[in-house]
T-cell receptor, first 114, second 115 residues
Framework: GENVEQHPSTLSVQEGDSAVIKCTYS??????FPWYKQELGKRPQLIID?????GEKKDQRIAVTLNKTAKHFSLHITETQPEDSAVYFC?????????????FGAGTRLAVHP | DVKVTQSSRYLVKRTGEKVFLECVQD?????MFWYRQDPGLGLRLIYF???????EKGDIPEGYSVSREKKERFSLILESASTNQTSMYLC??????????????FGDGTRLSIL
């Protein structure tokens, strides 16, 4: 079955720096890759997603890139702010008949220091 | 805005008890999911359902069962709770839209402690 590995497990940056989180997946049939942000004590919330027919997607300070050949995808956060501090999860999914299920990475705890 | 509501934020139960965790969504989503979240392990899928009365095992179904009698409600059942089931439990739902993957929307979670 699908396996998703996420690195690093913790990341500490200074405010204003960039942060990059990387994930690799094993199933070449995976075609949907969402990223979730979970602040302390709160629910995971979708921040950006990408489908396999595109290589990059941006939303303000957040971008995701996908390399299907290498089977990896990355989250890029530019000009980090203290409110970006959270745990970030990547996930991969492929379409099954009638449903899709996500396989999550183990998470990256990002700390942005003022 | 999608609303996924879990019945309890915190729950304390004893070993051997039968435990029910309830989840309700208000967006008429076909798909519903139960995960458990443990430090360093991410979110692991326990069971999911893509239609009323339908259920599928996820990656860690042992010790759990589910019930989906109505479209908006998905229940997770611990038949005989054990201490290794102490965890954060998250419910999620997503829209079924033909061949397209759709995002999953999560509830606030239930932190379950088994003593």
């Amino acid at each position: 079955g699908e396996n998703v590995e996420q690195h690093p497990s913790t990341l500490s940056v200074q405010e204003g720096d960039s942060a990059v989180i990387k994930c690799t997946y094993s199933d070449s049939a995976s075609n949907y890759f969402p990223w979730y942000k979970q602040e302390l004590g709160k629910r995971p919330q979708l921040i950006i997603d990408i489908r396999s027919n595109v290589g990059e997607k941006k939303d303000q300070r957040i971008a995701v890139t996908l390399n299907k050949t290498a089977k990896h995808f990355s989250l890029h956060i530019t000009e980090t702010q203290p409110e970006d501090s959270a745990v970030y999860f990547c996930a991969a999914s492929k379409r099954e008949v009638g449903y899709n299920k996500l396989i999550f990475g183990a998470g990256t705890r990002l700390a942005v220091h003022p | 805005d999608v609303k996924v509501t879990q019945s309890s934020r915190y729950l304390v139960k004893r070993t051997g008890e039968k435990v029910f965790l309830e989840c309700v969504q208000d967006m008429d989503h076909e798909n519903m999911f139960w995960y458990r979240q443990d430090p360093g392990l991410g979110l692991r899928l326990i069971y999911f359902s893509y239609d009323v009365k339908m259920k599928e095992k996820g990656d860690i179904p042992e010790g759990y069962s589910v019930s989906r009698e109505k479209k908006e409600r998905f229940s997770l059942i611990l038949e005989s709770a054990s201490t290794n089931q102490t965890s954060m439990y998250l419910c999620a739902s997503s829209l079924e839209q033909g061949l397209s993957n759709q995002p999953q929307h999560f509830g606030d979670g239930t932190r379950l402690s088994i003593l």
